[in-house]
């Protein structure tokens, strides 16, 4: 009878010890959880300061069907700078073939500027004679790009759109 005695103490010590171990190791991964779920809320917080709209009357988009050449104007509606040279800009879910020779593709910052900053516009003229559009035309519109580096991180900003070409 006494070793049954010893035989349940040394189980019950056996199992407050496993039990600990257990308890340290789920603290610990639920730390690791709280803080992965920390950094996507930071991520996500800078990511809705980053923005990007059409601008102008959509149902009248500057265009020229001979030479297939369209004016697009885009407003930085975030809270940051964003990249005016690394973007695409999809008309039918088609971009203009510039290394192939037949589209073309021209920016400016309106209303002047190096820098598309918060508030400013950039103004992209893209065309490419391989397309067949005409006057009237209804068209589906895209953009995607990236802001300037912002706390080490570039983050990316879209568009969509139905337009009218005129």
Known sequence: MGDAGASAMILLVTSVLVSGIAGVVIVEEWGKA????????????????????????????????????????????????????????????????VGGGTGSISTSILPSGTDWQSGYILEVTIADTAWSYNSGDDVSLSFQGISKSYGGKVYPVVAFTEARLA
């Open 34 to 97: 709280v803080s992965v779920v920390q950094d996507a809320e930071r991520s996500n917080k800078y990511a809705q300061e980053f923005e990007v709209d059409f601008a102008g009357d959509m149902m009248s988009i500057q265009f020229d069907a001979t030479t297939q050449e369209l004016v697009l104007y885009l407003l930085n509606s975030g809270e940051h700078d964003l990249d005016d040279s690394d973007f695409r800009v999809t008309v039918n879910g088609s971009t203009a073939d």
